[in-house]
């Protein structure tokens, strides 16, 4: 059996549950979980019963799950059974810890072989969408042993950032994320610089600003399909990019992690709109493989996520969240109301930028005005 929940876990989980998962007496939850979360989930589970709500504790196997994948039984994995099925349709809320908790094995599966294993990614969104449940993705399930050491990081810290960073009240993400909204409206060009030699400037699309802070609500109409679904720890604000507008140098000086995709040391150039050249210090060949497959649209930038979460400072995983940081997306976004329809995305992330709304300063040193 894991260990029992830390004080710091504890703390966590009644401030999930309570300020931005807010469960009500009466709900049903469902709580899935991996072997290395076991902790944290443990503690929601008592969490969620305290509030008076009713829990289904859902536990899968990494051993069993890898003997699977390497029985070439990655399709079974990717069907769900039915109680499955009829339990998401009947819950309110639920939780999900990211696994496998191998990280270093799925980040060597260049060839795609694992994407059958989670084919149930799409239908989830479907009855989740039709459920209206609202939900939260625990950032901190990427925390493991494996991935700590290979990038050469203490574990036990990690986790503890992680868990810090989700001690955060919503409210104040939400008050820094009105600001910022309010000094993007009716804005055209965003710039943005930094000693290191970024000097971009890109157009804005003229559409609302979306805020994430961590408070999920059930699906409605115009969401991206995962919308019912907020991550844990949270904190940005999201400013959708015109694509047509792109002059000058992002260097990135954060890593990026999109899901078990890791980059480093990104380096970006634009001219007339478009992403001219690209040069990263980690994960070049896996950035270069998946963009020479990208369809139209994959060269220009569709993206700004400014980070909002002060309780974040350079947290592997929690790049896009950081308190001033600026994430520059460039491919599809279309699944966030945008016009960009490439089939390929990704993000960098550069913290203690300075970022100007048509001359006017918003960030100084990483800092929120």
Do not use: C
């Amino acid at each position: 059996m894991s260990a029992p929940p830390s004080t710091l876990q504890r703390d966590a989980a009644r401030n999930i549950v309570t300020k931005y998962l807010k469960v009500r007496a009466g709900e049903n939850t469902i709580i899935e979980s991996w072997e290395h979360t076991m902790p944290l989930a443990r503690a929601m589970v008592d969490e969620v019963r305290r509030v008076g709500g009713h829990t289904l504790f859902v536990y899968e196997d990494e051993d069993a799950w890898w003997r699977a994948i390497d029985r070439k039984q990655a399709k079974l994995l990717g069907q769900s059974s039915a109680p499955e099925w009829a339990a998401l349709g009947a819950t309110e809320v639920y939780v999900n810890f990211w696994g496998p908790g191998d990280g270093p094995r799925i980040e060597k599966d260049v060839e795609d072989a694992l994407d059958p294993a989670f084919d149930w990614i799409g239908h989830w969104y479907e009855v989740a969408q039709k459920a209206g449940l609202r939900g939260g993705r625990m950032t901190v399930g990427f925390v493991t042993e494996g991935r700590a050491k290979e990038w050469g990081l203490d574990r036990a810290q990690w986790e503890e950032s992680m868990l810090r960073a989700s001690l955060t009240d919503p409210e104040e993400l939400a008050k820094s994320g009105a600001r910022l909204a309010k000094a993007l409206s009716g804005g055209e060009k965003v710039r943005i610089t930094h000693p290191n030699g970024t000097d971009l400037e890109v157009g804005l699309a003229g559409l609302a600003p979306r805020l994430t802070d961590g408070r999920p609500h059930a699906y409605r109409k115009g969401d991206p399909s995962a919308g019912m679904l907020q991550q844990i720890p949270s904190g940005t604000l999201d400013v959708l990019l015109d694509s047509k507008t792109a002059e000058g140098s992002f260097y990135a000086n954060r890593r990026t992690n999109i899901w078990w995709n890791v980059y480093a040391g990104g380096e970006l150039e634009f001219a007339n709109g478009k992403l001219t050249s690209y040069s990263l210090a980690e994960g070049e060949k896996m950035f270069g493989r998946r963009y020479k497959t990208g369809t139209a649209g994959k060269d220009r930038t569709s993206l700004l996520k400014v980070g909002l979460n002060p309780a974040v400072k350079d947290v592997p995983n929690l790049e896009t969240i950081e308190g001033g940081s600026v994430s520059l997306q460039i491919g599809g976004n279309k699944g966030l109301g945008g016009s960009n329809g490439s089939n390929f995305f990704s993000w960098f992330s550069l913290a203690g930028s300075e970022i100007a709304i048509d001359g006017t300063p918003v960030v100084r040193a990483g800092r929120i005005l």
